[in-house]
């Protein structure tokens, strides 16, 4: 059973960065999607960046283009999401995904296309 648990959330002003991590433990192929949501109090969950296993290839949401990063590191079965430049609409709980399934650029923002998710670590950006 493939399970996801994000850490690095927190609180921070506008401009400030943070680091997210998931640690993915009982994965058993090497070939998957990582992806990163976010939801926002009363709003639906909404995608934010997606990375594929199989040729590095990564996507990001137009909102977040340009001030964070999704990376990897095989070596500790982590992924993580570098926020720069943080803005008070970034406030939101941020879930890792895992998907196991070989999906096409269009499809990485799908939600529905995850399987396995985190429990979510809380990132609020206030001055």
Same mark, same amino acid.
């Given at each position: 059973? #493939? &399970?996801?648990?994000?850490?690095?959330?927190?609180? #921070?002003?506008?401009?400030?960065?943070? =680091?997210?991590?998931? #640690?993915?433990?009982?994965?058993?192929?090497?070939?998957?999607? /990582?992806?990163?949501? =976010?939801? $926002?109090?009363?709003?639906?969950?909404?995608?934010? $960046? %997606?990375? =594929?296993?199989?040729?590095?290839?990564?996507?990001?949401?137009?909102?977040?283009?340009?001030?964070?990063?999704?990376? =990897?590191? !095989? $070596?500790? !079965?982590?992924?993580?999401?570098? /926020?720069?430049?943080?803005?008070?609409?970034?406030? $939101?709980?941020?879930?890792? %995904?895992?998907?196991?399934?070989?999906?096409?650029?269009? %499809?990485?923002?799908? !939600?529905?296309?995850?399987?396995?998710?985190? &429990?979510?670590?809380?990132?609020?950006?206030?001055?």
């Amino acid at each position: 059973q #493939v &399970q996801l648990e994000e850490s690095g959330g927190g609180l #921070v002003q506008p401009g400030g960065s943070l =680091r997210l991590s998931c #640690v993915v433990s009982g994965r058993t192929s090497s070939s998957y999607v /990582m992806g990163w949501f =976010r939801q $926002a109090p009363g709003k639906e969950r909404e995608f934010v $960046a %997606a990375i =594929r296993s199989y040729d590095r290839h990564t996507r990001y949401s137009d909102s977040v283009k340009g001030r964070f990063t999704v990376s =990897r590191d !095989n $070596a500790r !079965n982590t992924h993580h999401l570098q /926020m720069d430049g943080l803005k008070p609409e970034d406030t $939101a709980v941020y879930f890792c %995904a895992e998907s196991s399934r070989y999906l096409i650029v269009s %499809a990485l923002s799908l !939600n529905h296309m995850y399987d396995h998710w985190g &429990q979510g670590t809380q990132v609020t950006v206030s001055s």
